[in-house]
């Protein structure tokens, strides 16, 4: 598994469990709904900065999102 394979799941997964659409997280980070799509999909790689925008939407420090990414790469 890639390093953005595991992102991508992890990120879907967390932004599910949120309960949020795409374009609920992409409003609540104030980035495009299109880059979020594109995350997901292994099309892009979110810089830190994203990254944090992005925890901070998902209520989430982002020590832990980085831990579910490497958990995520362990477990397949």
């Given at each position: 598994?890639?390093l953005?394979?595991?992102?991508a799941?992890?990120l879907?997964n967390?932004r599910?469990?949120c309960g ?11 980035i495009d709904?299109t880059?979020?799509?594109m ?6 790689n979110?810089?830190l900065?994203?990254i944090?925008?992005i925890?901070k939407?998902?209520?989430i ?5 980085i831990s579910?990414?490497?958990?995520t790469?362990?477990d397949n």
């Amino acid at each position: 598994m890639t390093l953005e394979n595991a992102l991508a799941i992890t990120l879907k997964n967390r932004r599910i469990k949120c309960g949020l659409s795409q374009e609920d997280l992409a409003h609540k980070c104030n980035i495009d709904r299109t880059y979020i799509s594109m995350i997901e999909c292994e099309k892009r790689n979110p810089t830190l900065n994203t990254i944090f925008k992005i925890c901070k939407s998902l209520n989430i420090k982002a020590s832990d999102f980085i831990s579910s990414i490497e958990k995520t790469m362990e477990d397949n």
